[in-house]
């Protein structure tokens, strides 16, 4: 009723200014290019997908880019293609030491600490959770794997990062 309405008025509030926006207003904050010339980021899951889009990007406007990529021979291979400010490696961010070994050749690559952080590796497991016609249940080692990955390997690469960025840094 009330909370739906008013999500109506807001929406169309927000509709009616954008449309009256200069187009300084609205154009230069979407199309503008962001340049980055002196950061260093790393992009976890960035051989393919969004990850590699954003690889593609940070590239394109200056920056410094590991790929970091569970398959190290597609992010070498991204990483040849656009050129010597990106290195790619094989990693998997489940390990430790993986991060570790992608955070000192952000270090001896670029000779800069990583200054971003962009984490798009993620896995997923589709399939029913009950096959009524099989009487079988979903394999569980399928879903640890998911949960490996898209949990434990976000906290397995932030935490790594971030103190390693204090300690290098001047």
Same mark, same amino acid.
């Given at each position: 009723?009330?909370?739906?309405?008013?999500?109506?008025?807001?929406?169309?509030?927000?509709?009616?200014?954008?449309?009256?926006?200069?187009?300084?207003?609205?154009?230069?904050?979407?199309?503008?290019?962001?340049?980055?010339?002196?950061?260093?980021?790393?992009?976890?899951?960035?051989?393919?997908?969004?990850?590699?889009?954003?690889?593609?990007?940070?590239?394109?406007?200056?920056?410094?880019?590991?790929?970091?990529?569970?398959?190290?021979?597609?992010? #070498?291979?991204?990483?040849?293609?656009?050129?010597?400010?990106?290195?790619?490696?094989?990693?998997?961010?489940? #390990?430790?030491?993986?991060?570790?070994?992608?955070?000192?050749?952000?270090?001896? #690559?670029?000779?800069?600490?990583?200054?971003? @952080?962009?984490?798009?590796?993620?896995?997923?497991?589709?399939?029913?959770?009950?096959?009524?016609?099989?009487?079988?249940?979903?394999?569980?080692?399928?879903?640890?794997?998911?949960?490996?990955?898209?949990?434990?390997?976000?906290? @397995?690469?932030?935490?790594?990062? @971030?103190?390693?960025?204090?300690?290098? #840094?001047?």
């Amino acid at each position: 009723g009330q909370i739906k309405q008013h999500v109506h008025v807001l929406w169309h509030r927000t509709v009616r200014w954008a449309r009256s926006a200069p187009p300084t207003r609205l154009g230069a904050i979407i199309t503008a290019p962001m340049r980055v010339p002196s950061l260093v980021a790393l992009v976890s899951g960035g051989a393919s997908g969004l990850g590699a889009g954003v690889v593609r990007r940070l590239a394109k406007n200056g920056a410094k880019v590991i790929v970091a990529d569970l398959n190290g021979d597609a992010a #070498s291979a991204l990483a040849k293609e656009l050129g010597p400010s990106v290195v790619g490696c094989g990693a998997d961010i489940t #390990s430790e030491a993986d991060v570790a070994a992608a955070l000192d050749l952000a270090q001896s #690559s670029f000779g800069e600490v990583i200054g971003a @952080c962009v984490h798009t590796a993620g896995t997923l497991h589709a399939g029913k959770i009950v096959h009524t016609k099989k009487k079988t249940a979903l394999d569980l080692a399928p879903f640890e794997q998911v949960l490996k990955v898209n949990v434990l390997g976000r906290y @397995c690469i932030l935490p790594p990062v @971030c103190a390693f960025e204090r300690v290098c #840094s001047p």
